[in-house]
């Protein structure tokens, strides 16, 4: 596939979806031109075209926050493309981690509720934090103070689980695993490791060893 099958508008254009490669929220929605598209595959950062400005923008050049792309892929119909990034710092203009942080609120009725999408949310916020550093934020120390102090914070928690577990203490059990999670999620954010990417390590080996069972 090339940049010449793809489908622009009758105004050059294709939409792009810039998502983080690694939480999986939407950054932004922006458009492209050929021009655009090709300094993107030549930089490995995200380039755009201004409508209002009509002209190529990169992404950060004026703040710094570019987006080091990972993937660029296109739907079936050829004519929009979904682009993962590794964010350096907010994608809105605002500020903000996403353009997409506000909510019509009361518009659908309450989704039910999933049992691990407290681990899509944390990846989400630890992302953000990332991106934003506000000054009351612990994820804003542990990214500030650098990989030695994150992972002597999971060598701690570490520990913490291994005593808890020792001595049959449950309650303490599970705040303490709960903080090895937390402080893991962080390390995986700085070393820009998906949690997804631990997911199909597990599944992998789970049916290696089923295979293996038959």
């Known amino acids: ?16 979806v810039v998502q983080d490669v690694q939480s999986k929220e939407v950054l932004t929605v922006a458009y492209m031109n050929k021009e655009s598209l090709q300094k993107t595959i030549e930089t490995k950062e995200t380039w755009f075209f201004s409508r209002s400005r009509q ?7 004026t703040s710094g926050n570019i987006q080091k792309v990972v993937e660029i892929r296109y739907d079936c119909d ?3 493309l979904i682009v993962l990034v590794e964010p350096n710092g907010p994608a809105c203009h605002t500020g903000e981690y996403s353009c997409f942080h506000r909510t019509l609120e009361d518009s659908f009725t309450t ?3 999933n049992r691990y999408e407290i681990l899509n949310e944390l990846e ?11 000054k009351e934020s612990y994820a804003t120390y542990l990214f500030e103070h650098g990989i030695d102090k994150i992972l002597k914070k999971v060598g701690e928690e570490a520990s913490e689980v291994i005593i808890a ?29 998906p949690l997804d990417e631990v997911f199909k390590v597990l599944e992998e080996r789970h ?5 293996k069972e038959e």
Do not use: Y
Not at 7 to 16: A, E, L, M, P, R
Not at 177 to 188: G, Y
């Open 207 to 211: 049916r290696k060893s089923i295979k």
């Open 78 to 80: 050829q004519d929009a």
């Open 1 to 16: 596939m090339n940049i010449e099958q793809l489908k622009f508008d009758q105004n050059g254009f294709i939409v792009s």
């Open 55 to 61: 002209r190529l923008w990169h992404k950060g050049e």
């Open 165 to 193: 577990a020792k001595n049959r203490d449950k309650e303490e059990l599970k705040w303490e695993a709960a903080d090895l999670i937390f402080h893991l999620m962080v390390l995986l954010r700085e070393q820009k490791l």
């Open 124 to 134: 989400k916020i630890i992302a953000d934090r990332e991106a934003q550093r506000p």
């Open 111 to 113: 989704p039910s509720p």
